[in-house]
């Protein structure tokens, strides 16, 4: 509540001063003329700093509400006051600088306070800052160029008799006098994707050190592929349905199938039973409910109860599996607003609902599974799950390989903290150097008095200190390698 009365006090303010631009009332009229003398021309910068000072009261989860956008604002409004001595503060601030280092180094000093304010608010860092100032520039050189070369270059009418028709030779295209000019296609940047449709969302965060983009882009989905679009063939449920109630029957259960399920690999037929039924009497029935509906695999799972309900639920494997695509996750509402950072797709449930995880919550995780059964789809999966949605800045990742197959591919992505490793002895070296990484980040929380990342980046105000995820592919090779 208070939060929220200082928030609208603010707002009354700073509506009262931009009144003042245009209001000839006495109050309005004595307004303009103490904020004039306070800050001379940055009396109309004043709204806007106080309504993002609001934002900030009102605790609005987006980057608007983040504390570094009031706090920018402030550095530059305090850097512009003092290197143009606008107002009584202006002139206190060139007063106190210039005294202390003279004008020129007043001005180098102000100058510098701009440069950190545009860096605070932008949320950015000073390498990015530079790197856009440079895109930037050497983009306005090349458009003052090419204009300039635009309006000097001549072309003189021809002289009657003297013009020159295209020559036509049978056999050959024709020759064309003036050809439209070529523009080289642009070129491409690591971290940027062509973009034939929109991504998943576009944030202000840069990329890695380095590099021109000052605007991260997320890769567009059109990247990925969108399958055969393969259904599953679960033969004739309805029959299924009156099989199992039969069967049960004969063994003197009475049941009835309410609700059919539908999943990628399994069809799932929920039972009501009568009242007094035991369930342990439906678990030691599996074997003769798999032979009653010729199970394809020979197995059927018995669920009892269904969790959260009053229901038994009976698994059947399909005859066809569906073809769940990566593109289809990536687009489902359940992973576009996951709050975490590394929410990851996992496939579809019994019932068809998309299904994420939160690599976070574990936060270790090991993948088995015999040859084929998609241990190595599943990881590449999530390693895109976190580039579609995360930037550098974000997440970043330690890739081990010692086969040199599996993720050799991802090499000179943006997020990668090294190249993918593939040496044993490199890889011990890197996972030490976790350890030690992981041990200062606790104390670096500890010195602040939060728990994880992201109490860390809430309480900095920006995104300060990315996730680092590690994967390693055939942990067993590297165990045998370094036992120890």
Known sequence: TVYTVAAIWL???????????????????????ELTGQVGWLFYLVPPLLVSLSFLFFKIKSDIGRPNVPAGFAILFAGLAGITQAGLLGETLWSIAADAISAEGAILVYLGVLMIGVIVLLNTSLDHFVNFLIAG???????????????????????????????????????????????????????????????????????????????????????????????????????????????LDSFGIAAKVVEVNTGPAVTQY??????????????????????????????????????????????????????????????SDVLRKAKSRLSVALGLDVSGSPLIADIAKMPHVLVAGTTGSGKSVLINAWICSLLFRNTPSEVRLIMVDPKRVELAGYNGIPHLLTPVIVEPDKILSALRWATNEMENRYKRFAEVGVRNIDGFNELSGFQAMPYIVILIDELADLMAYAPV
């Open 270 to 331: 929920a039972l009501r039973l009568s009242l007094g039924t035991k369930v342990s009497k439906i678990t030691s029935l599996s074997s003769d409910m798999a032979l009653a509906l010729a199970a394809p695999t020979g197995q059927v799972r018995i669920e009892a109860p269904i969790p959260g309900r009053d229901l038994v639920g009976i698994e059947i494997p399909n005859r066809g599996l569906e073809f769940v695509t990566l593109k289809r996750m990536l687009q």
């Open 11 to 33: 707002w009354l303010i700073a509506g009262s001063v931009m009144l003042s631009f245009f209001g000839e009332g006495a109050l309005l009229a004595r307004l303009r003329e």
């Open 137 to 247: 520039a050497t983009k306005l050189f090349e458009l003052i160029g090419n204009a300039l070369t635009s309006l000097t270059k001549s072309h003189p009418k021809p002289l009657f008799g003297q013009e020159k028709l295209p020559l036509k030779i049978k056999g050959q295209e024709e020759e064309k006098l003036v050809k439209a000019p070529v523009t080289p296609p642009p070129v491409p940047t690591k971290g940027t994707h062509p973009t034939g449709e929109t991504g998943m969302k576009m944030s202000t965060l840069t990329t890695t050190p380095g590099q021109q983009p000052a605007m991260w882009e997320y890769p567009p989905l059109t990247l990925l592929s969108d399958g055969p679009g393969q259904k599953a063939d679960r033969g004739d449920m309805r029959k299924n349905a009156e099989t199992i109630e039969k069967t």
